[in-house]
């Protein structure tokens, strides 16, 4: 389904960011946020091939954000000592 609608109006700004915002919408994360964002960094990573542009875009914003997000976690955790 994501696909088709990516396919017909994925060149929509509007409709690109709104896939993009969701992808996480209503997310919990438990345990080793950290190693959770390396994992949709590595997830994303797959799609940088795909046929379709929006969904290699999507991979690349993907991609930086799991990256930001896992090294601000891991910093964090640092600073609290967590284990």
Known sequence: MTEHVLRKFGEDKRVFSEFVAGVHNLQTYVGDIADQHK???ELGKKFLNHP?????E????EILDSEVQANFWKEWEEEQNIE
């Open 39 to 41: 994992r949709e960094a």
């Open 58 to 61: 999507w991979a690349q914003i």
């Open 52 to 56: 379709l542009r929006p969904i290699r």
